[in-house]
């Protein structure tokens, strides 16, 4: 029971080279570039299931984990290149792409939070990077994305009160966040397992 709720582990791991300072040039743009296209990936290839203007997709999976993988640089630095990408081409979930279409989106707010997420999540998960460290961590990162989310959509959305943009653009999607948050977190620590050094 004390090592499940223990936030730190000293063992190392393979993986940990990911998001090292002294990691390789190549090693950085591959991570980077990666967890982009896994971003993009978790919007083209699953079903939208709107709730009201905000889609479930599998996007948050890849957000979340290139903050535990990459770090805060290098996970701010993957939602960056994937917001950057979906500029010129249609990255974005949905059918749009371009800065007119992000800007009028109901749901921009939580893709515009993206980099901040990974980074909150790379910066707690430097000491938290054990399961229930990496949950926590994450779990700072999830109330980062609906802060920015809720608050866009609010406005985006014009809803009539706080309570109707709190209800459509975050209560709804605890449950599912959750379970994102615990499966990410099991994948994280499950692969640092495998690759202890």
Request: glycine share 10%; with cysteine; aromatic share 12%.
């Amino acid at each position: 029971m004390h090592q499940l709720l223990q936030l730190q582990t000293p063992r190392t791991a393979l993986v940990d080279r990911l998001r090292a300072e002294e990691a390789s040039a190549v090693t950085q743009a591959v991570g980077v570039t990666g967890f982009a296209l896994l971003t993009a990936l978790g919007a083209q290839f699953n079903v939208h299931i709107y709730l009201w203007e905000v889609p479930i997709t599998l996007q948050t999976l890849a957000v979340y984990g290139s903050g535990l993988y990459l770090g805060w640089r290098n996970g701010l630095l993957a939602q960056l290149l994937y917001i950057a990408m979906g500029l010129f081409i249609p990255v974005y979930a949905g059918e749009g792409y371009g800065l007119s279409y992000l800007m009028s989106a109901p749901s921009a707010g939580y893709l515009l939070a993206w980099p901040a997420v990974a980074a909150v999540i790379g910066a707690l998960s430097t000491r938290w990077n054990s399961l229930s460290g990496s949950i926590l961590a994450t779990i700072g990162g999830s109330l980062v994305l609906f802060t920015c989310g809720v608050t866009w959509l609010h406005y985006a959305a014009d809803h009539a009160t706080w309570w109707e943009s709190i209800d459509k653009g975050w209560l709804r999607f605890v449950l599912i966040d959750l379970a994102k948050i615990i499966f990410v977190g099991l994948v994280y620590t499950g692969t640092r397992q495998l690759q202890q050094k």
